[in-house]
């Protein structure tokens, strides 16, 4: 089976982050990058099914320059090679254009089974393995806790829901979104660190995909920040004193707020 795992290199969650004044995007050369928390996951999911059925895994990540440090991250825990789709006209892209990226670099790959976190923690929108799917025509299979890959080739998962779960199945190709609940990833070795320093990575142009500059990054985009603002410093709060009328000072101040 020929897997690809998309990756996505994000601002560390836990750190401060900033916005540029000049276009309202996050100053990812300052910030402590990483890999997609969910991305691990992916990972490690199509390492297991590369245990238990074969093929080989490689990783598809969009980004800058400094993204080749996650890639090398994400192949140190096992995949075979990478892909890195790097240009400069794709800063500032939206997520209808990033799909349309992924998607041609995608078709470039033919992969059987397609990958990736169910959500980024920089965008949380959850959307961007139904819009690569819904690019190449094949099935979504969102949301998985757990995926079962059968003799014939067909996907069997169980889409985690708020009540529960719901047992989807569906043909190869098709792309699966996982979350955290679906394995346990594993640690770099340093063997497998020092194996990932010589491990091939293909850089891809927009050129290279047939993709027009003009139809992605910021002047492509079909949704922007039009301003923002730093968050507003912590205040000590308002402190209601008892004295006989506590009652009535904290239902007026849930008034007021609207709690009540």
């Not at 800063?91 to 470039?108: M, N």
């Not at 992605?216 to 920040?225: D, E, F, K, Y």
């Not at 968050?231 to 004295?243: E, F, H, T, V, Y």
Request: aromatic share 2%; with cysteine; hydrophobic share 40%.
């Amino acid at each position: 089976m020929k897997t690809v795992v998309l990756v996505k290199q994000v601002p560390d969650s836990g750190a401060e982050r900033r916005l540029r004044d000049a276009d309202h995007t996050i100053e990812r050369e300052s910030a402590d990058n990483l890999i997609n928390e969910m991305d691990d996951y992916a990972i490690e999911e199509a390492l297991r099914l590369q245990e238990a059925h074969g093929g080989e895994v490689t990783i598809l990540t969009m980004g800058p320059t400094q993204a080749a440090e996650s890639i090398r991250k994400a192949l140190s825990m096992g995949p075979d090679q990478a892909v890195h789709v790097l240009d400069d006209a794709l800063a500032g892209s939206c997520a209808v254009a990033t799909s349309a990226v992924l998607a041609a670099a995608l078709r470039t790959l033919s992969p059987d089974l397609v990958l990736s976190g169910a959500e980024s923690t920089d965008g949380r929108v959850q959307a961007m393995p139904h819009m690569v799917a819904e690019r190449l025509g094949i099935a979504a299979l969102t949301g998985a806790r757990k995926l079962t890959v059968g003799g014939d080739g067909t996907l069997t998962v169980e889409r985690q829901t708020d009540e529960g779960y719901e047992v989807v199945t569906a043909a190869t190709p098709a792309v699966v979104s996982v979350w955290d609940t679906i394995n346990e990833p594993r640690y770099p070795s340093f063997k497998g660190i020092m194996a990932a320093k010589k491990k091939p990575v293909s850089v891809l142009s927009l050129a290279d995909l047939g993709i027009d500059p003009g139809e992605v990054g910021t002047a492509g985009a079909t949704s922007a920040v039009v301003s923002h603002q730093e968050r507003p410093a912590r205040s000590a709060g308002q402190k209601i004193i008892d004295q006989g009328d506590g009652g009535v000072k904290l239902v007026e101040f849930l008034a007021s707020e609207k709690f009540v």
